[in-house]
Structure formats: C-alpha cells, structure tokens
C-alpha cells in the first residue's frame, strides 16, 4: 500500500515539476519574459529596470531558481490590468469552476453508470443501441456548438433560460449541460463495455453458481468490477474539465478561471495565465492523488502490489 | 472447420478478394458504411469543393448579407444560406473543410509518427530510456490539452503551422502510450520469440514482427484521434486562438457567426452540424475498425453461410 | 429402479450466432446417484460442459436455445425454472467450481466474503456464517484459516484457490458438486490434492460428483461412471473400468489408442551416436530488487542451479517439471535469449556462448524450437510460406530466394501439410495444423537438434498421438534429436530415451526413462511419479507385467 502510494504520488510530483519546468521556458522561448508580462507599449528604459529586477539578465539557471523561490513562496507576479497580485485573481475565480466542474461531473457519472449498465445488460439491443449512438454522438459533437445552440433555442427562440452571469440556478443550467455532455458520452461508453466484460466474466458466472441473489450479482460483483476502469477515465475527464470550462464560462460569463484565462489572454496578462495554469496544475495533482486512492480502495491487487 | 472455411481463398484471388472482403464488411455494417461515405464525400469537397463552386460564391455580396437557409431563389449555392458579408455558407463550408481536415489530418499524422516511434523505442529497449520517455508523456498527458495549447499558442503565434504543432504535441502521448503497451504485449508473444531464437535482427522483429501487428490498433486509435484533434482544433478557432482570418476553418465560422445569432443563427449552425457529423463519422468508423482489426471480433462481419 | 440424484435426458442446446447454427448438444443422457462420481470425457469442443451448464441455469438465452430435454432434479424438472427457484438451488443444493481458479474468484473480494455469500445467499445469518466459512477454509487443508480468511485470492496459489472455491461450493452441504475441469491448470502434485479433498468431502458428505474433464486418468481416478463425448454426443457410458478396458464405440477406442503411456518404453538402441549438445554446470540467478531505484537487496532466485545434461545424435531426451522448476529458464538459455550466470553450452563440442556473432548464427543453426501455443508461435500476419521463409531470410547464405517455393511445398508435405497452404494465414488452421506449420519451420534450416518446448501440452489427446507420430518419422527420416520438455508425465514416458527431472532450477534426477519411472531415486521424482492417477500407473504396470 505504501509502495503504491509512493511511487503514484511521486509521479505526480514529477508531472507537476515538469509542468512548471515547461511554462517557465515557454515564457522565455520568445525572449525576455519581460515582454510577456509589460504591457506592450512600455518605454525601453522601464523593460530594462523590470528586467534587471526580476533578474531576467541573469543566467537562465539562476532564473529558473529564482522562479521556484518565487512560486514556493506564491509570489506569481502582479495582474496588468489591476495590479492585484496574480494570484488573487485565479484564487477568487477557482471555486466557480469547481462547482461547476463538480456538479457537471456529479452529472456524467449518474448518468453514464446508469444508462452504461443498462445498455450493458443486453448488448446489441434497442436500448443498447440508442444509448451507444447518443454516447457516440454527445462524445463527438464540439461543446461551444451546443452551448450556441442551447443560447439560440432557450434564451433567444424560448427566452426560459438567461444566458449570461451566475445569480440564480437556473443561471447554472446551460453551462454545466455544455460541460457534461461530452465526458458523459465517453463515460457512458466506458461504463457499457467494462460492464459487458464484467458481465460475462468468469467470477460472474461463479457468484450465479453460488446462487447468489442477481440483484447482488449486477451491483455487488460485476458492478464493482467495471468501476476499475471508469475511475480512471473519469479522473481523466475530471482534469479535462478546465477545457469545457473555459469555452462555457466563456459563452455564459461566468466568473470562473476559464473566463480568467481567456481574459487574460485577450489583455495579454502573461502573469495571471500562469497562475491560472500553475493552480489548475495543483488542483490536477491533488485530483489525480485522490483518484489513486479511489483506485486501491477499489482494487485490492494494486493496494499488495 | 475454420480451415475449410477459407479454403477457396487461391493464391492469385487473394488479393482482389480482399479489397471485395473489405467492401463487404463495411456494407455489412451500415452505419460504418455510411460514416465511410459521409468522410469520402467531406474530403473530396475538401480537394476539389473550391474549384467546382460557381464564381462569386466566394466574394461579397450585399444583396446576399445574412441570407436565410433553404430559399432557392439565388441558386444552389445559397440552398444554406449566406454570411454577413454575402458569402454562400456552403462554399464557405468547403473551404472551411479544406483547412480543417488538413491541420486535423497533418496533426494526427506527425502524432502518429513520433508517438509510434517513440512507442517503439520505449517498449522494445525498455530500461531506464523507456521510463524516462513514459514519464515525459504523462507528464504531457496530464495536463489538460486545451489549457496546454492555449499557452503555448498565445507565447507563440497562431499560424496554420504552429497550431498543428500544438495539436500534435498535445496528442503524442497518446499514441506512444498505446504503441508501448502494444509492443510490451506482442514483444513476449511466441512468434516473436521464435524469430529472436532464429537469430533475426531487431530491425526485423520491429518492422516485420511487432509492428504489423501493432498497427491495427495504431490504425483504429489514429481514426479516434482524427475526431479529438478535429473537436481541440475547432475549440482553439472558436476561442479566437486557432487559425486566423483570412485561412477559415469550421470552428473559426461558428465563432464568428455567435454575434448574429439573434438575427442569423445559420451563420453557426451549418459549420457545427460540419463539424459534429465528422467527428461521429470518424468514430463509428474507429468502431467498425475495431471490430474488422480483431480477429476475434472480424467473424461477425463476414459473409454469412461462409463458416 | 429407484429415482436418481440427478438426471439429464434427451438434453439438446443449441448456439445462434450470426447466421450460423451450432448444435453444442445433442439428446445428451446421464444420470449421477447420491455418493457416486460420474466423469464426462471429452476433448475440446465435444460439448462436455454444456449440459452442466444447463444443470446450474448457466446458459444464456440467447444466444443459447434448450431445443429439446429434461433435467430431473429432486423430484422436478429444474430446466427454465423461474429465476428465485433456480437461486435456491445453485449453490445450496446442487454447486459447481471452475478450471480457472483466478477468473472465477472475485478480485476485489476477500475469500472469507466470497465463502461466507454462498451461506447469506441462502438465509445463513452473516455472524455463523463467518464461523462456519473460517472453519471451512481449514476443511478443505488452507492453514491458518482465520488469517487467510481476509486475503485476496491473487494472494493464493492456484491450488490454494482451487481449494477456496470448494469451500464456498460446499459451504452449504450441497447434493450434487459440478466441478469442470477443476484441475487441468495445475501441476500434477498440486491435481493429486485436489482429487484427494473432493473424494475425502464425498466420502464425509456422500454428494455425487460430476465430474468435467479431458483427462482420462483424472476420470479414472476419482469416476465410478464415465460418459464418453464427441460432437455434441454421448457415444458410451458406463461404468468406468468397463469403458477403460473394453471400449465398444469406435471414438473411445481411437481416443484410448491415443493416449500416452500404453506404448511401453523404447527400446534405447545401446550405441549413442555422437555426442551433440552438452550443457554443463549452467546457472541463472536473478537478483531481487525492490523500490524505485531497484536496488539490489542481495537475495537471489536461483531459476536455474547447476544444471547438466548431454544429447546424442538420434536420442531423445525428455526434461520433465513443474511450473517453477526451471525448465523454460533452460529453454531460453540454449536458445541464446538470456545470458546464463555460469556454466558452458557445448555443440559439438564447440562453445555456444561466444562474443563472436556470425560463428554463434552458424552454430544457432543447428539448433531449432517448437514451442507450446501454436496459435502464438506463428505471426498472424504472415502467410505460411513466409513464416516457414523466415529463417532463411534471417540466414541468408543457406538457400537462394529462387528456391524457397519448392522447398516451403517440400517440407509442408513433411509435416503432412498440402503444398497449396503456403498461401494461407495461421487463422485458417486448427491448433494442430498450426503445430505442423511450426514443425516445419523448424525444419527449414535442417537442424540437429529440436527443442520440444511443451509442444504437444496444448492439443487435445489424439492431436497430440499425430504430432508425436511426426515427430518420430521426422526423426528416422533427418536423424534428428530432440529436446523435449514437458509436464506431462505419460508423454515423456512414451517418447524420451532418457528422461531428467528438474525441481527449484535443479536436476534431481536423470537416466534412462525406465528407470526414472520404475526406479525413481530422488523423493521429488518418486512424489510426481505416485500423485500420477492410478490409471497411468496401471498402465505402466500392465505393460511391464504383457513383457
């Protein structure tokens, strides 16, 4: 158990490094990062005193120190817009792209496991077959096309839902419909075929030998089975969330990181990107450490291995 | 009584058959049949689309401005209507459809490449290079995609080029996760054993040995990948930061027809109906690859009576 | 007569799938009796575990169809009975375990949760239940019960698990144990347990058996009554030694003409041709690593421990053991694909592990290999010309390319195989074809020597009685030798010259076959030689008595 943990997290540990390592040596690919971070019509002399102060004249080794230092101690620079710290920013952002990232997951899953299960208990049949070709289709067709089509028929044709802001629920509903669809395409195609496998798997038949109840047999053998596998996609689709996030915040504006991110983008605000990315990146590394203990809880072997 | 089953396949009839056995299980399966034909037609409109349509489609026209969908009065051409400038929405579409198949295309492709080349090297040297390679992919795996493309595309400029580029970076892990566990498996199968025990050389177990049979899953996974790289690609254009005017690509019309979407809502509609029926064209064709590629599964496609 | 435990009669089961039709039984009979084993024999595809299926409700439907029949159970027919009735009856009155003991335990169930659901499954209150179920696990010879009670059964060994899955069958004193092929995946020591637990339990409980299997001394061992299968048919039944010793029906003649261990040893011609393959003093430990940085911790495995042994030309030498024993280690070893630690390979008297690399491929040459899996030693993607090319593509000097066709149609003919199948892919033969296909890529290169590595394990008795025929015509004919590794103790016993047996990487014991079988020194060999089944040493017996 405690090996697996180890070696798990410590991958993760290195993902996250080799991220910061990343986005440090993108910001200095184009030059001085303080190109990056200035608003674009600063005087010479003032880039110079920028630079000389962040030490952006130095050896790249003794900047990239320097960026530890400065990240450990979460100092991620000063927004262009407002001068706020960086940080702030992203950190009042965060818990809205949580909760909509949680209840559009919370969504998928119920979903996918239901409609998967069934589907699974009769392979090839209707049911089956609808649901395999909706799963198909939600996991194919773009999220900032559906979220243009949900404006175009509910707020403009039937005006019964609002299309901007987070003031009342029914504020939340667009966005997160355009965050689940897809990972609810793709889980539910996840939980139909690990489920089938599951299904007819040996140890199934054994549980039927045994003359164990079927309703135990689905949910308590071949159920918990299946799981295995969706935790791992879901974690996946969990990460990828900040995806959908930034095209739906940014269809609703909605005040999450997403939004943020492309915000900043449009100012050219290099130091609140990078905070944006460095906490999404540790928001993934606490997820993916949570989905390895959901994993050995599931699965004994991985907890002797 | 499988070896009766194939008995009539002759030397020199082999080959024809094939393509004809090929055929055959792809009409067998109607929907793959359709997404088959549905992504034929989508890349011949890609290659030959701009040059066939009628002059002027593609300029302005006033009097076209926003011209609704379905109204046959200017021609064919306008049959889904026109954009704000007066440009028929289909002929837009077909040279919307030549950069978006061409970046998606040139993306999976050099994904493909690099990460089966690294795939290989990872699965069949293994030792400390082959971790070190893994660890470089998951480290560029778990990190979102989009949110990946979206910094290094606003660090660097978002030309045609450069997007590929972030595409398939993004995407190499993938293939060369699969092509490693692929070789991992096939390298301790007997055959390839066998061929070691004979003396053959590696670059004989690669290329002869485990590479044929990795390639349908490479193959089946490259299809699925058209679809993913399609929908980030569309995404990046739709955010503003994928190709810019004056290239178009399907995702680049939805974003730009959003502020008529009150008074025109096929300016977006079109391009993301484009873009939807690609994407589940190429994967119910991965599926169908699926089931083709495994021996175990290919029976259920062939002729009937046969066995 | 009086009315039987169970009964089957005029059962018929058929299989859609697309398209086609399969009969996978057909009017299929049998009746078992209270306390009594009854054995169905069969080799694979005949159908054998399909009416036992049906006995447990186990048959999809569909793709499966009931055509015809009845299944007697307690007095009713228990065939399509609802589902809650059929959930009273598994598992507490009629229970069955399976071959593959890792698949048909839950993996993320503990063993004591998996005994104790077969009682809550049938009303036994959770608390006694557990009681029973710790007390069951020591039943069936699992020490320390209460311990192992809350382990996984990826924690177990394959005999191990087999016992916990009888724990859970009998957990509720059923009438009728259905055990399908409940020992074809383990050693022979391993078998001799398990067979002595299930007869040890009927004798206490006085179940009847049914007992699953293609192996004919299996079936004589614990079976009263055998139902002989093939195609979907019952062609005899009747009581077992009756059946063994005066087979009426044509099949059960061929099946019992081919199996091994009637033929008597062979006659081991006095003089030795020239000594071929010496292996001297070889070894290979393997350290054990642990944590990331896999360092060393100093424990060795000791895979293979000073092993020597020779080969003349025309012998025929059989290397028999256990998983674990070393034996594919050594395999790997002489085929050049592990380094070995110590020790010398001698061809001819000349050095195999040398540095300089187109001496060794001369010398590699010399030495072929037929491995187990026929379905995995041919690469699914070449046709059979190529494979049977390929090693003359890899040793480029022995035949020019013009050639090839011929001598691909040659050696097919050899191993009985047409001329016309060098167009065809692997998929298209049967597993025994398959091995033909191998054999003569072996032979392309016109070795000295073959290694046999499991060759004939995976194939049904009678295949394995033709491949055995070819290996020794193809032997007279080319003056082969032959390395020939195997489990199987009546195949060696038929085929091998001298025979070595290896335990824990080391050679325990070696001679001339006979008297590795009838005078066993060592008490590993003398062990494996009594867990056989009593009928393959009868049939030993019988031999030596008609001499």
């Not at chain 1, 689709?237 to 995806?243: E, F, H, K, R, V």
């Not at chain 3, 063994?244 to 019992?256: E, G, I, N, S, V």
């Not at chain 3, 296909?437 to 004939?456: K, S, T, Y």
């Not at chain 3, 010259?497 to 008490?523: A, C, K, L, N, Y």
């Amino acid at each position: 158990m405690g090996r697996y943990f180890r070696q798990r997290t410590l991958q993760s540990a290195l993902s996250l490094f080799g991220l910061i390592v990343l986005v440090f040596f993108l910001a200095r690919l184009t030059g001085n990062p303080a190109d990056l971070l200035l608003p674009v019509d600063t005087p010479q002399s003032v880039r110079d005193e920028f630079s000389a102060r962040h030490g952006f004249d130095q050896p790249m080794i003794v900047q990239f120190g320097r960026y530890l230092i400065e990240l450990t101690q979460l100092d991620m620079g000063y927004s262009l817009r407002d001068g706020h710290p960086a940080l702030d920013h992203v950190l009042a952002a965060f818990p809205t792209t949580l909760l909509l990232s949680f209840w559009a997951m919370l969504i998928s899953l119920t979903i996918a496991i239901v409609t998967g299960s069934i589907a699974a208990w009769r392979p090839g049949g209707l049911f089956d077959r609808i649901a395999s070709l909706i799963s198909l289709a939600g996991a194919s067709v773009p999220n900032f096309w559906i979220a243009i089509v949900g404006v175009l028929i509910f707020a403009v044709w039937y005006r019964v839902l609002p299309t901007s802001g987070t003031g009342t629920p029914l504020h939340w509903v667009l966005p997160v419909a355009v965050l689940f669809i897809r990972p609810c395409g793709v889980l539910t195609q996840v939980v139909r075929s690990s489920m089938i496998a599951a299904l007819s798997a040996p140890y199934t038949k054994t549980a039927r030998a045994r003359g164990v109840r079927t309703r135990t047999v689905i949910f308590g053998h071949a159920l918990r089975n299946a799981m295995l596998p969706v935790v791992t996609v879901a974690g996946d689709q969990a990460a990828g969330m900040i995806n959908g996030a930034v095209i739906a915040e940014t269809i609703f504006g909605f005040p999450g990181v997403g939004r943020l991110l492309i915000d900043s983008i449009m100012f050219r605000d290099f130091a609140v990107i990078q905070a944006a990315v460095m906490v999404t990146a540790i928001a993934i590394f606490f997820l993916n450490i949570g989905i390895d203990i959901i994993y050995a809880i599931l699965d004994p072997r991985v907890r002797h291995g | 009584m499988t070896d009766v089953a194939h008995a009539g396949m002759g030397d020199a009839r082999a080959a024809l058959s094939r393509t004809a056995d090929v055929f055959l299980m792809l009409w067998r399966d109607k929907f793959a049949f359709v997404s088959a034909a549905f992504l034929l037609f989508v890349i011949y409109v890609a290659i030959f689309g701009p040059s066939i349509l009628p002059d002027g489609a593609l300029t302005m026209n006033l009097r076209a401005r926003n011209a609704p969908p379905f109204d046959l009065e200017r021609g064919w051409v306008y049959i889904l209507g026109a954009d704000n400038l007066g440009r028929s929405l289909l002929a837009r579409l077909a040279v919307g459809a030549r950069y978006t198949l061409l970046i998606a295309g040139s993306a999976v492709l050099i994904a493909l490449v690099i990460g089966t080349f690294f795939g290989l090297i990872a699965g069949y040297r293994g030792g400390r290079i082959g971790t070190i390679i893994l660890q470089l992919a998951d480290i560029v795996m778990s990190f979102p995609s989009l949110l990946l493309a979206l910094i290094v595309l606003f660090v660097l400029s978002p030309q045609v080029s450069n997007v590929v580029l972030v595409l398939a970076f993004s995407r190499v892990p993938v293939y060369l996760r699969t092509c490693r566990a692929e070789v991992l498996e096939i390298r301790e199968r007997q055959f390839v054993v066998a061929a070691k025990a004979l003396g053959a050389s590696h670059a004989r177990m690669v290329f002869l040995h485990i590479l044929p049979n990795a390639l349908p899953t490479l193959m089946t996974l490259a299809t699925l990948e058209f679809a993913a790289v399609m929908l980030s690609e569309s995404s990046l254009s739709f955010l503003g930061l994928g190709v810019q005017a004056p290239a178009v690509t399907w995702g680049l019309m939805v974003s730009d027809g959003r502020g008529y979407l009150a008074t025109a809502w096929w300016l977006s509609f079109w391009p993301g109906v484009a873009i939807s029926l690609t994407a589940i064209s190429a994967n119910l064709l991965a599926n169908w690859l699926r089931t083709v590629l495994d021996p175990g599964q290919r029976w259920r496609l062939e002729k009937r009576g046969e066995s | 007569m009086t009315q039987s435990l169970l009964e089957v009669s005029d059962l018929s089961v058929r299989f859609h799938s697309r398209g086609t039709i399969v009969d996978a039984v057909k009017n299929v009979s049998w009746r078992l009796d209270r306390g009594e084993t009854l054995a169905i024999l069969g080799e694979s595809g005949s159908g054998k575990s399909v009416s036992a299926a049906a006995v447990m409700g186990l048959i999809d439907i569909p793709p499966g169809e009931i055509v015809s029949g009845r299944i007697i159970f307690g007095g009713e027919n228990i065939l399509n009975l609802p589902l809650a009735a059929r959930e009273e009856i598994n598992g507490k009155r009629i229970a069955m375990i399976f071959q593959d003991t890792l698949a048909a335990l839950n993996p993320v169930y503990t063993v004591g949760h998996q005994i104790t659901e077969s009682m809550t499954a049938h009303g036994v209150e959770r608390g006694e239940a557990k009681r029973r179920a710790v007390g069951l696990i020591n039943r069936v010879g699992i020490a320390e019960p209460e311990r192992r009670f809350n382990d996984y059964p990826h924690q177990f060994s394959g005999g191990q698990r087999q016992r916990i899955m009888i724990a859970a069958a009998i957990a509720m004193e059923p009438d009728v144990l259905i055990a399908d092929e409940p020992t074809s995946a383990l050693d022979v020591t391993v078998q001799a347990g398990i067979l002595k637990l299930l007869k040890k339990l009927q004798a206490e409980n006085g179940m009847g058996i049914l007992m699953i299997t293609h192996d004919i001394g299996v079936a004589s061992e614990v079976a009263d009554k055998v139902a002989v299968m093939s195609q979907g048919e019952v062609v005899e039944q009747g009581d077992i030694r009756s059946v063994l010793d005066a087979p009426r029906h044509p099949y059960t003649q061929r099946l019992l003409e081919a199996v091994p261990g009637r033929r008597g040893y062979l006659q081991t011609g006095a003089t030795a041709g020239d000594l071929l393959l010496e292996v001297k003093g070889l070894s290979k430990f393997y350290d054990l690593t642990s944590g990331l940085l896999k360092t060393a911790t100093g424990r060795k495995i000791r895979a293979l421990d000073d092993v020597s042994l020779s080969l003349s030309k025309g012998e025929v030498l059989g290397i028999v053991g256990e998983s674990g024993s070393g034996k594919s280690t050594l395999v790997n070893a002489l085929l050049g694909l592990i380094e070995p630690t110590a020790g010398e390979v001698l061809f001819r008297g000349q050095s195999m592990l040398l540095e300089d690399q187109t001496a060794m491929r001369a010398l590699r040459r010399r030495i072929q290999v037929v491995f187990q899996d026929p379905t995995a030693s041919l690469n699914p993607r070449m046709s059979v010309a190529r494979i049977i090319s390929e090693p003359w593509a890899i040793h480029d000097s022995v035949l020019p390319r013009g050639q090839w066709p011929g001598r691909v149609a040659e050696l097919l003919e050899q191993v009985g195989l047409s001329p016309d199948h060098a167009a065809r892919y692997p998929h298209q033969f049967s597993g025994g074809q398959r091995q033909r296909i191998a054999i003569a890529r072996a032979l392309a290169l016109q070795p000295e020597v073959i290694i046999c590595d499991e060759a004939v394990s995976a194939l049904d008795v009678s295949i394995q009685a033709q491949i055995i025929e070819l290996l020794k015509d193809l032997k007279r004919q080319h003056g082969l030798s032959y390395l020939f590794i195997a489990h199987d103790l009546p195949v060696v016993r038929d085929f091998a010259d001298r025979t070595i047996v290896m335990q824990s990487g080391q050679v325990v014991e070696s001679g001339r076959t006979q008297d590795v079988f009838e005078r066993p020194q060592h008490p590993y060999t003398q062990n494996l030689l009594a867990s056989r089944p009593k009928e393959e040493r009868h049939r030993g017996r019988a031999l030596e008595t008609l001499k």
